[in-house]
């Protein structure tokens, strides 16, 4: 991991020096995506990350103390639950027998809950301290911790989730490879993320009427080519990447009564397009502004940083 943080730096925390990839590759481009300019590509690997990170201590705060006041609502609202049922239904679906699950960012302990219920251990990690409060008073082993390190012990998992934390992320790579160090061989590995390059195109095209803040993007854009790239190189075999089911609700109305129409639209839209992707056996081309990601840990690790540029 060591190579990851070092590289960082570079493109962070040094606006005008070396903008690197944490891929290896120094082939980043600028991108200016509706009325903002604020992004950076690159053109090995096709991530899109902001170039302007918050400082990490600052980062680690806000998850730990602030996210939880704001977001708490989707956490524990039945707006999100059909993501959770989702993902534990194929986890279900590909494992022979019940097994440890950990969630990682698992906020008020949906899927964890849905574990206990079907005779799986889940544990959760989350650095807000009152979601792992709230877990915690449901029963559910949650620690208040962020990802990584970990403190579990190499090979003790069998499933190992990041539903919407992957991009929220500093070092989403060191998270990747941890989660490689705490799954056995073979073990699954399920991310859902907002689809990148799908949002920055909503940037562009809602910037147009002013509606821009429906479009996510948090850190990172993860797209189905940045999947492909990276996660063979952290020792992953990709299963399946596909476009995910849209939650069944919005949690929040922001913005006014304008935005919180044309938020509702855009997910009834979503929902429409789905069951059509759905119904057409298109879901594998992973379009839409949801994709998910299911993999499998293979016996070996991940590539070190002098195999990186090779590719
Ligand atoms: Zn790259």
Known sequence: MKDLQDVRPAFIDRPGGPRLCPCGLSFLVPEHYGRRSDFARCQ??????SADMPPEEELARWYREEHWIRYSDEQ???ARTNVY???????EELSLIPGVLVDVGCGAGTLLALCRDRGWKGMGFDPSIQAAAYARARGLEVHAEAFPP??????TADALTFINVLDHLRNPFGALEEAWRVLREGGLLYIRVPNGPFHLAMLSLLSVVRLDYLAVFHLYGFGRASFQYHLPRLGFEI???RTAPPSQGNAYDWGGRRAALAARLLKLVDQAAYRVLKGLGLTRMAWGPSIEVMARKRRS???????????
């Open 239 to 241: 299963l399946a990447i």
């Open 150 to 155: 970990c403190s579990l012990a190499d090979a």
């Open 85 to 91: 049922v989702h993902a534990w239904s194929w986890l």
């Open 301 to 311: 690790g991940p590539i070190g940083p002098e195999h990186r540029g090779a590719r």
């Open 76 to 78: 524990i609202g039945m």
């Open 44 to 49: 090995r690997c096709g991530l899109v990350f």
